[in-house]
């Protein structure tokens, strides 16, 4: 139990620190708007309001390019055979970086922080994934994003990860029009070394998000992460969740942060997984000049 009051209070700290070092690299962000095309309209400069919502769609999109750091606190309700909580923050860096011709490559990593009661009580790091997905100029309304997805068994604990390195395809696509952002996220792991006692990797994660933005940086979104273990028996297979949330964009300072809160039900889950999650999330953003 000390434990997880630990990592969860390493957590929230991690948080509270980046918040109090916003005021100090504002200056470095001061005036920056989502991208060059978001700052002005064909006709002029765009509203305020307008610059938060193309601001929080590029915060929404997996594939935008801009620079952001989540930290997406998951508190799995229900979890293990008695039922208790599991705590898991996920650190998740994007960084974009230019391509020739327009292109854009997306690299987006997941470090997972995790406490847990069973099967064995005990914190520390999971296993790291990290995705690199090639982006081409929009389609209109329309991007994609298409690349391999890796994940290193670099858990510090044997029961917080799979001692497995595995890889995979990964690809997006995500369309925008007026107030709605809406798309899905996709990729399957298969591993190729690693603990031979283990199970081997094939997983895949298929994550839909729909998004529409409110007025004064209000968003109302649905984002549930579904997952198939293809090589688990059946009834053990999948994690379904359902369920929706609601979301603001803050600025501290002169730099935005994107925080929003969800509450999803798992209705078909592996036996001893959390029947509910409620994801808190706070996304700090560095939008290009």
């Given amino acids: 139990m000390q434990r997880r009051k630990e990592i969860f209070l390493f957590c929230i700290l991690m948080i509270f620190f980046g918040l ?5 690299s504002a200056g470095a962000v001061e005036g920056q708007g989502v991208s060059s095309q978001t700052q002005e309209g064909g006709t002029g400069t765009l509203s305020i309001e307008e610059k938060n919502e193309a601001l929080i769609k590029a915060a929404q999109n997996p594939i935008a390019n801009m620079v952001s750091v989540p930290f997406q606190s998951n508190f799995n309700l229900g979890y293990g055979p008695h039922g208790k909580m599991q705590y898991v923050c996920n650190v998740q860096p994007v960084y974009p970086i230019g391509l020739p011709h327009r292109w854009t490559l997306i690299t987006r ?3 997972p922080v995790v ?12 296993d790291l994934t990290s995705s690199f997905f090639f ?5 209109g309304d329309l991007m994609v994003g298409v690349g391999p997805v890796l994940q290193f068994p670099t858990a510090t604990d044997r029961t917080l990860g799979l001692e497995k390195w595995s890889v995979g395809p990964t690809g997006v696509i995500v369309y925008s029009k007026g107030h709605w952002l809406l798309g899905a996220l996709i990729n399957n792991l298969w591993s190729y070394a690693g603990n031979r006692n283990r199970q081997d990797v094939n997983t895949m994660t298929l994550q839909p998000f729909v998004n529409y933005n409110l007025p004064k940086g209000w968003f109302l979104f649905t984002s ?3 997952t198939a273990e293809w090589n688990a028996k059946n009834g053990e297979k999948w994690t379904l969740p359902v369920g929706g949330g609601l979301g603001k964009l803050f600025r501290f300072g002169k730099v935005p942060v994107n925080m929003s809160v969800q509450g999803l039900y798992n209705m078909e889950r592996p036996r001893y997984q959390a029947d509910w999650t409620v994801r808190y999330t706070v996304q700090f953003l560095f939008p290009k000049s």
């Fill in 135 to 139: 982006t081409p100029p929009p389609f």
């Fill in 109 to 111: 990593n997941i470090l």
């Fill in 20 to 24: 109090l070092a916003l005021p100090v």
């Fill in 115 to 126: 406490a847990q009661p069973w099967p064995k009580n005990t914190g520390g790091l999971g």
């Fill in 224 to 226: 549930p992460i579904m």
